[in-house]
């Protein structure tokens, strides 16, 4: 027997069904294993099909052009695209989290749009080039979640990169996602470069501050002191 999932586009609210099987006999030229979920989406994809579809168009080749060789570089697999989104799977977690760092530096370095990408770690079911079940359908609900131009990974995931060099991550919350029996603690991915960007940024502005300190009379002096507070005054 198998169960209709629907996922939610997160910029248009469309629904895209995804089969999550309930039994636990496998029909024959299906195959399940454990895997790596990756969903992707564009950032404002609807907002500018609205406006200007040949260019969204374009940037929907330059989002394949972008993914494509990255995901298969991190021996992946490019499942499918549903509407502006992609979903696709690999063996390991790490693999899945690299890829997706890639994948977003791409898109930066490119500077024409940015992705929400979300990372389950779940068994899953392969049967005609597609992919199914609970993991599919959890990866798809983080990723709806995710903050523009950032990775969000379930609890899972985390747990198999932590002490991974080179990614660190942020515990983001605990969330009750739709058709998910229990809550997902989720975390937000950052790679070794972004996090030197950050530190980079928050140096340049302390350098670039001015710190403004009271006037203290150190002469004794009473009519100086009444010059200095004049002055903290008019300042």
């Known amino acids: 027997m198998a169960a209709k999932i629907a996922t939610i586009n997160s910029e248009t609210g469309q629904a895209f069904l995804l089969t999550s099987f309930c039994n636990h006999h496998v029909m024959h030229g299906q195959s399940r294993q454990l895997a790596a979920i990756m969903f992707t989406d564009i950032v404002g994809y609807t907002a500018l099909m609205g406006k200007d579809e040949q260019k969204a168009f374009a940037i929907l080749q330059k989002n394949r052009d972008i993914q494509k060789p990255l995901i298969e570089q991190h021996d992946g697999k490019w499942i499918k695209e549903l509407g502006d989104g992609v979903l696709a799977s690999f063996q390991t977690v790490s693999d899945a989290v690299t890829a997706a760092v890639k994948i977003h530096e791409a898109c930066n370095t490119s500077n024409e749009f940015q992705l929400r990408i979300g990372i389950h770690l779940g068994e899953v079911i392969f049967e005609n080039g597609d992919v199914f079940g609970d993991g599919v359908n959890v990866a798809s609900r983080i990723q709806a979640l995710a903050l523009p131009g950032t990775t969000w990974i379930s609890e899972v995931v985390f747990r198999n990169i932590e002490n991974k060099r080179g990614i660190s991550t942020d515990f983001v919350k605990e969330a009750t996602l739709k058709n998910v029996q229990y809550p997902v603690k989720i975390y937000q991915l950052r790679s070794e470069k972004e996090i030197h960007n950050i530190i980079f940024s928050t140096q340049t502005v ?13 002469s004794g002096d009473p009519i100086t002191n009444i010059s200095v507070t004049a002055y903290q005054k008019n300042c």
Do not use: D
């Open 206 to 218: 302390l350098e670039r501050s001015i710190a403004v300190l009271p006037f203290i009379n150190m």
